[in-house]
């Protein structure tokens, strides 16, 4: 230091370094407030997401309720149907001379509805697969955005340990 330094007095520097360290101090508030205001945002947008993400699911279920009372409904009417080929089938086999052409025509019939049959069950095995993967899916994508959340606010409150370490280190 020169002469013309040393004539600062050390009350001076005391209230220099003073109002430097309360500085410091405002701007780790205005981070702090800063990092709760993101926190905060990024907590909404996952409720937000959680919400939607539950919203579609129920959606989603409800809508496999109905596709479950449709098939249902289908079924029923495919047996009606059934029921009411096989009593045109009966009463056309009764009328006809042949018993080969009669056996023939309901072998034909037969093999018809089982190959329907088993298409409507392959289609609903398929349908119940594809939602399940879809449910187990939406489950593991809820879990991971609930691990990446902890982990953000371990990860925010850890560094607020630090700030607030540091100024009581510092004060």
Request: hydrophobic letters at 35%.
């Amino acid at each position: 230091r020169t002469k013309k330094q040393k004539s600062v007095s050390p009350a001076f520097e005391m209230l220099c370094e003073r109002l430097l360290q309360q500085k410091e101090v405002q701007k780790q508030k205005k981070e702090i407030k800063s990092l709760e205001r993101s926190l905060a945002s990024s907590k909404k947008a996952r409720d937000v997401a959680a919400f939607k993400t539950l919203c579609d699911s129920l959606l989603q279920s409800h809508q496999r309720k109905q596709k479950d009372k449709e098939i249902k409904e289908l079924r029923e009417d495919r047996e009606r149907e059934k029921r009411s080929r096989v009593g045109v089938v009966t009463r056309a086999a009764a009328q006809m001379v042949l018993d080969v052409q009669k056996d023939r025509m309901v072998e034909e019939f037969v093999k018809d509805v089982l190959k329907e049959a088993e298409e409507s069950r392959q289609a609903l095995v398929d349908l119940r697969g594809e939602h399940e993967k879809e449910m187990g899916e939406m489950v593991n994508l809820w879990r991971k955005e609930q691990r990446q959340m902890k982990r953000e606010i371990e990860q925010l409150r850890a560094a607020q340990e630090a700030k607030a370490l540091e100024q009581e280190i510092s004060n």
